[in-house]
Nanobody
Framework: QVQLVESGGGFVQPGGSLRLSCAASGLTFRLFRMSWYCQAPGQERELVASISPSADNMFYADSAKGRFTISRDNFANTIDLQMNSLAPEDTAVYYC??????????????WGQGRQVTVSS
């Protein structure tokens, strides 16, 4: 059974920093592209950042560039999202996602339970 367990996040004032972590189990972690998505109230879930299985390729949404850093540890089966210079518009529930990176794995798409990030003064 695949599990993605998120931790971190919480409340911070504008300009502050938070870190999200996601621990994966029940899958061959090194074969999955890992991502963070966010969903604000009344809005669709959107991609924030993504990292390739070998960590040689990262993608960031325009809103995350220069402020957020995604990383992974293929020995510990974890990914992190370091979020700096946070603003109120970053307030959302953040989800960890694992998607199979090989053609035969395209149906393997898993989600964590979500973690609240609130940025407010």
């Amino acid at each position: 059974q695949v599990q993605l367990v998120e931790s971190g996040g919480g409340f911070v004032q504008p300009g502050g920093s938070l870190r999200l972590s996601c621990a994966a189990s029940g899958l061959t972690f090194r074969l999955f592209r890992m991502s963070w998505y966010c969903q604000a109230p009344g809005q669709e879930r959107e991609l924030v950042a993504s990292i390739s299985p070998s960590a040689d390729n990262m993608f960031y949404a325009d809103s995350a560039k220069g402020r957020f850093t995604i990383s992974r540890d293929n020995f510990a089966n974890t990914i992190d999202l370091q979020m700096n210079s946070l603003a109120p518009e970053d307030t959302a529930v953040y989800y960890c996602n694992a998607k199979g990176a090989l053609p035969i794995m395209t149906s393997m798409d898993y989600w964590g339970q979500g973690r609240q990030v609130t940025v407010s003064s």
